[in-house]
Nanobody
Framework: QVQLVESGGGSVQAGESLRLSCTAS????????MGWYRQAPGKEREQVAS???????NYADSVKGRFTISRDYFRNTVYLHMNNLIPEDTAVYYC?????????????????WGKGTLVTVSS
């Protein structure tokens, strides 16, 4: 059974930082691109950031300059460093992975999803 295991969520004050981690294991398809989606209450799911096996990255406009995605290829782990958090970042964050090598991959084309980790930012 494929697993994407997330960790690092929590509750913080605006302006603080968090780091999310996600490790992929037992994948059937070779993982090329990993990333993060988020879904806030009452809102549509939003792609936050992604990183390919070649190191190309993509970010949502709402997080550019504040979030950084990185990857440990040996450990099959992806990280999301979130700085200067704002209340609008409050959401469940989902780790995603795909065999596609594109840096921009739609939700429907993602092969694997984690169970999600909650991030709450209070003002």
């Amino acid at each position: 059974q494929v697993q994407l295991v997330e960790s690092g969520g929590g509750s913080v004050q605006a302006g603080e930082s968090l780091r999310l981690s996600c490790t992929a294991s037992r994948t059937i398809l070779p993982i090329q691109t990993m990333g993060w989606y988020r879904q806030a209450p009452g809102k549509e799911r939003e792609q936050v950031a992604s990183i390919t096996s070649g190191g190309a990255t993509n970010y949502a406009d709402s997080v550019k300059g504040r979030f950084t995605i990185s990857r440990d290829y040996f450990r099959n782990t992806v990280y999301l460093h979130m700085n200067n958090l704002i209340p609008e970042d409050t959401a469940v964050y989902y780790c995603v992975a795909t065999a596609s090598s594109s840096v921009v991959v739609t939700a429907d084309d993602m092969d694997y999803w984690g169970k999600g980790t909650l991030v709450t930012v209070s003002s």
